[in-house]
C-alpha cells in the first residue's frame, strides 16, 4: 500500500510529507529529487529506485508523489493522485505552493482522512465537506454538533450513498444537463481521416429536493434496438441511435442495472458532477475540415495555403475558432493573407495562429501564407519536423457523434416536477492535420 | 485565513516561548502554539524538546486541536518512547468518547504509533472498537489490526483479533466489509499461515459488498477475488458476471482490478463463447483508459502489453486507438509503439508502416530510434512485409539524419538475419553512408553486412581496411566484429585479404588489453593455422534464423504478472518479489532462481548471437566444450584450483597447442556472474521492516568544526558506495547566527578523478542552528593527475557564499569497487598471467574477527571484491581467488590463502597499476577485519 504522500514544489523541496508506514522515512523525498527532479532522462511517471517505488504527477509547479515499498496497485495510486488535485481544488481554488502553505493544517486533516495505513478511505469532496470544515469559516465547528448529527454524518459516509445528504431542500427544483463532447482528429498529409473519435461528458448540475431516483436516457443505439426488438417502437423518437463504444459511470450510478438492462439510474450528488463519460468512433460528423498545403520553396522559403471549412448548418456557428500552423525555428518573416479572422506569425509558439471569432456554418476560410527563412547558419542536417496543424473550436447545439438526450426522469417521494434545461457542446480535442 | 505565518517564527528562543504558549490556558492560545509547532516540524526542524508540551494540549474537546496534537505525537512517539506511555490514558479515554469521529481518531492514530509498550495498551480499546455501534469506528478499527500485525504479529493472533476481522466480512456496511479485506489480505501476504482463506460462503458476502462499496473498497475486494481459484466453470462465470459491470466504472483501477479478475477466472471457463464474449467486453474500458490522465494512460498500456500477450484476440481490431498523437507525453509514446509492433499483421501493416515513417521524422531521437526499429522489428515479424519495410527504410536513409540512418543499418543487419541472400540489393545504398557512422553498433552492423556478403562487394577489402586503420580506438563492440569480418573476407577471397588480416590477428592477439578480443583471435588464428577448409566450414556455416521474440515474456512470469494486473509488477514487468522486500513470497523466489535479476525491463533486441554464433567457432564445438567441463566438475575443488597452474604462456602465437586447455573452464564462471548479482540485490533490499530508507545507513563523521578555530559551521560526511553509485552523505549544522546559502562544494584533484557531479549543493539555505543532510553523487571522471600518489583523505572544501571551510574525508577505497568486477575462471587466468611477476605483491593479515573465511568472504563480495574460486588444501589452508574492478577499469587480482592454524589471511595481488596496491591492501584489510 501506500508508504507515504509528497507535496514538493518543482526544486523538490517538501512542502507536506504524510507518512503512513514505517517502511520509509521522510529522506526518501531526497532520493526522488535527485533521481527524478534532479534528472533529466526519467521518463516515467513510475520510477524504482532501490526497492522504494514513486509514482507521481505534476499539477501546476506542485509534484505529488506516492511512495511505496510494496507491490501496490500503482493505478490507484495514480487515481488517489488525480482525485487529491481536484480535492484540493474544491477547499482551495488553485493547487502551487503558497496555498499548501496557507493551508497547511488542513492538508495534514485531509491527508489523515483520505489514507489510513496507505488504503484510500474516501476522496469524495461531497462526503469529506460533512466533516473537514478547517478553514471553512461559515460552517458550524463540529464540536458543537450534536451528537445525533454526528452519527449520521458518519453512517452517510461509509453508507451505500455517501454523496448525498437526505435533508436537502429547494425552493424551485432545477436540473441542467451539459453535454460536452471533444472532437479527435488525426488526419494525414493527404487528407485521409487516420483516426477519429469523439470523448463526451454529461456534466449535471442538480437543484433537488430530498432523495430524488433520476433515470437518464440517450439515443443509445443498442438500447433503441433492444426496444424495438420488445415491441415497444415509438415512432415519435427522432433520429437514430448512435453506436457507443464505451461509457463510464459517475460512482452514484446503479452498474449493475446498467449491465442488464442499459438503463441509467441513480441517486444524483448535490449540485455539480460529472454523470459520465462516452466515447464513440462510428459515423463522425467532424465540425471542421482543413486543406493545408504546404511547399518548401528551397532553403529559405516556405509557402502555405490552408482552407478551412465548416461542416454544419449554416443556421449554427462555431466561436473561439483558432488555427495553429507551424513553421520552422529559424522562420524570419511571414506574409499572410487571409478572408475572415486576425493572423500572426507568433515566434514563441513558432507558428502562425488564426483566429475567427465567429465561424459560420457550412462557408469556407482560406489562409495565404508565404514564410521567408533565415539561411540557417549551423549546417544541421536535420530537416524540419513538419509537426501536424491543430486546431481549437466550440460549437454549440451540436454534437460531432449525434449524440443527444432522450429523457430525464425524477422519481420523489414529494412527486414534484422539476425544470430541465439541455444544452449541448462540441469543441476540440486533439485536432490534428498533419502536413 | 492564512496559515502560513506560522512559518514565518525564526527568531530565537521561540522554542521557549512555545513552550509558555503551549502551557497557556486559552484553548485558541494553544492552537495556535501547536500551528506553529506543526508549521517547525514541517519545514524539517525537530521540534521533539515539546513533547511533553504539546502532550498537555491533547485532552481538549477542541476537535481541531485534538487531531494536531495527534498528528505531532505520530511523528514524534517513536523519539520519546518513554514519555508517549503519558500518552495512552487520553488516548483510551477518547476510544470510548460519546463522538464516534473522535473515537475513529484515536484508534487511528494509536495504530501508528509504534511503540511496543503503547501497542499493549492499544488491544482493549480496538476490541471494542471493533465491534462498535458505528460503521465508521469499525471500518477505522478493521485498518488498525493490520497496522497492529505490522508491529507484533504475534499479539494479534494471540488476541483472536483475526477471528474478529474474519467475521468482519458478514458485516451490514459494505466499507467496514472492504477494510476488513484489506486488512486480512494484506496480513495473510505475509503471514505464515493462512488467515483468510475465500470459500463459497463468503465469497458472495464479498460479491454483494462489491456491489455497495465505494470505489476503494471495490479495488481491494477485487484484489482479494484473484486469491480464489473458482471449483468449477459455472461458479467462475458467475463471478465473472458479478464483475463486469465494474467494467463501467469511471475510476480507472476499479476498470483494471476487474480487468484481473475477469482474466484470472477466464481461465476456469470451458464455454468458450463466454470467454469470447468476456474478452469482447473487455476491449473498450481498455481503450478508454487512452484518453485519461497521461499516467494513466501510461499504466494501461503497460497492462496492455501483457493482456496482448496472454490474449491477442482481445484488441486484435484496435490498431488506431495506439497511433502517437503528436503531444503524447514520450513515456505514453514509447509503450504505445511497443503494442503497434506487437499488433502488427498482412492486413493492417501498410497503414503501421506509414505511422513509423511519420514517428521517424518527429524530434525526440530516442523515440526516433524506436520507431527505426519497430520497422524492422515488423519485417522479421512478418514474412510479407520485409520487402515494404526495406523500402521506407531506404527512404529514411535518404533522409541523412545521422541518428535515423545508423539505427536503419542495424535493423538492416537484422533483417539480413532473418531472410538472407534475399535484399543485397541495397547493400550499395548501406556503402554510400560508410562515413556517417560514429556508433559502435551501427558500425560493428556495417561491418557485419560487409563480411557476410564480402565476395558481393567488389571493394569490400577497401571498405574494411578503412575501418582497420583506426583499429586501436574503436570500441571493443567493433574490434570483435571486424575481427570476425576480415577474417571472413580472407576465407571468401584470400588474395584481398591477407595482409589485412595477418594485422588485424596481430592487433588483436598482441596489442589488446581485451580478453575477449584476444581469445576470440587466438581461436581464429589457430584455426586458420590449422586447416584452412575447416576453418571455412565454421566460420561461414549456415546461421540460425532469428525471430522477433523481444516483446514476449516467458509463459510462467506472464501468467503471475497477468494475476498482478495494475500493480507496480505489471508496470516494471517484474514478479513482485524482485523489487518488494518484505514478503513471505520471498521463500518462494528461491524456486524462481536469480532467472530476473539482470533482466531488462526493455530487453534488448535479439541479435546478440550475431556477435556470438557467427563467430564463436561451430555449434558442436562449443558444445564439446562444455560437455568436458561438466566431466571436470566433479573432481572436486582440488582440481578446479589447480587451473592457476596452467600454462598459457606456451601457446605461442600461430601454434595452437593445446586445445582441451583453452576450452576448459566454462560453465562455472556463468553460475558466479548469476549469482553476484543477486547478492547484491539483496544488500541493496535495505532493512526491512522498520528499516532504514533505501540507501544504507553511513556513519558519518565528524570533519569540521572539533577544533576550536572552527567556527560557525559543523560537518560530518563520509563517503558510501549503493547500486553502483558513489555518493557523499554530508551534513552540515550551521553554527553562526546567520543563515548560510548557495553552498557548493569542490574536491581537491586526485589520483581517482573523484569529483562532485554537481558543485552545487541542493541544501537551499541553512539557518542558524539548523541541519541538514545531503547526499553527493560523485563522480569519477574528473581531472585526474597519476603523478599523484594516490591517498586515501580527500581533501574538500565546502564554500556557502563567500566563506570557504575546508575539510579531509577517508575515502574508503572500496567505493571505488564496481559490480561488475567478477571474472570468469579463463580470463582470470590470463589476465594473471599477462601481468608481470614485478607487480606481484604479497603481504600478510592478522584476522581479529571470528576467522570463518565464508563469512569474510560474503562480507567481501558485498563491498564488490568476487570470489572466484576456491579451494583447500591439507586441513589448515583454505585458497580463495577473487577479482575486482576499479571505476577505472583496472582489475585487481587476488590470491587469499587463509591459514586455519596461524588466523592469518595472506594476501597475494597483481594488477597492472601496482601503484594503488597498497592503498588497496589497506583496505583488505579493514575489510577483512570489519564485516559489513
Redesign the interface.
Known sequence: ?ISALFLMNS???????RI?????????A??F??EVI?SKET????K??????F?Y?KVGSIYLVGV?????????V??V??QLVELFKSYFDNLDE?SI??????V??LL?EIL??G??????TDVLKL?IT??Q?KLK???KLK?EK??K???Q????T?WRTPDIKYKKNELYIDVIESV?L?M?AEGNV??A?V?GQVMMKCHLSGMPECKFGMNDKILMDKERAGGQARTTRRGNGIEI???????C?K??K??TDRTISFIPPDGEF?L??Y?TTEHINLPFKVIPIVREMGRTRLECSVTVKSNFSSKMFGTNVKVLIPTPKNTAVCKIVVAAGKAKYMPEQDAIVWRIKRFPGDTEFTLRAEVELMASVNLD???W????I?MEFQVTMFTASGFHVTFLKVIEKSNYTPIKWVRYLTKNG?Y?M?I | MSDSKYFQTTKKGEIHELKEELLSQREDKKKEAVKKVIAAMTVGKDVSMLFTHVLNCMQTHNLELKKLVYLYVMNYAKNHPDRAILAVNTFQKDASDPNPLIRALAVRTMGCIRVDNITEHLCEPLRFCLKDQDPYVRKTAAVCVAKLYDVNPELVESQGFLAILNDMLGDSNPMVVANAVAALTEIDEVSKHEIFRINQNNLNKLLAALQATTEWGQIFILNALCKYNPESSQEAESVCERVTPRLQHANSAVVLSSIKVLMKYMNSIHNNDVVRALCKKMAPPLVTLLSKEPEIQFLGLRNINLIVQKRPEVLQYEMKVFFCKYNDPIYVKMEKLEIMIMLANEKNIEEVLLEFKEYATEVDVEFVRKAVRAIGRCAIKIDRASEKCIQVLLDLITTKVNYVVQEAIIVIKDIFRKYPNKYEGVIATLCANLESLDEPEAKASMIWIIGEYAERIDNAHELLNSFLEGFKDENSQVQLQLLTSIVKLFLKRPKDAQQMVQTVLNLSTQESDNPDLRDRGFVYWRLLATNFEAAKAIVLSEKPLITDSTSHLEDSLLNELINNISTLASVYHKPPETFVTKLKGLKRGGLRGVRDEDEDEEPEYVDDDNNNISNTMSPQNSQQGYGQQQQQQPQGPQKTGSLIDLDLSDLNFGSPVNNNQMTGGYGQPQQQQQQSPNDLSFLGGGGGRGGPSTPPKVNKVLVYGKEPNHQNIVISGAFTRFNGRISLELNLLNTSQISMQKFKIQFYQNYFGITPADPILSCGSLEPNQQTDISIPINTTGASSPQMNPVIDMCIMVLPSQERFYFKITFPFNCLLTENGPLDKESYLSMWKSIPELNERSRDIPVRVQFNPDSILKSLASKNIFEIVRKRVGNQEEISFLSCKTENSIYILLELTFNYQTNICRCVSKTTSPDIMALFEHTLEFLINNPY
Open positions: 500500500m526544486k523538490g523541496e517538501v512542502l507536506i510529507s503512513y508506514r514505517d517502511d520509509i522515512s521522510r529522506g526518501v531526497n532520493a529529487r535527485l534532479g521518463r516515467s511517471p513510475v524504482l529506485i532501490g526497492s522504494t517505488s509514482m504527477i511505496s515499498r510494496q507491490n501496490v496497485n500503482a493505478c490507484m495514480f487515481e493522485l488525480h503558497d502553505r496557507n493551508n497547511f493544517v488542513l495534514y486533516e489523515d489510513d495505513f488504503y484510500p478511505q474516501n476522496c469524495s466533516y478547517q478553514g469559516g465547528s463540529l464540536d451528537q454526528i452519527s454524518i458518519t453512517i459516509a461509509t453508507g451505500t455517501p479527435n488525426l494525414s487516420l483516426r473519435d470523448s463504444d464505451d461509457i463510464t459511470f459517475h460512482q450510478v452498474l449493475t446498467f449491465d460529472e459520465m463519460r466515447r542536417k536535420k530537416t519536423s513538419r509537426p501536424p491543430s486533439n490534428q498533419r
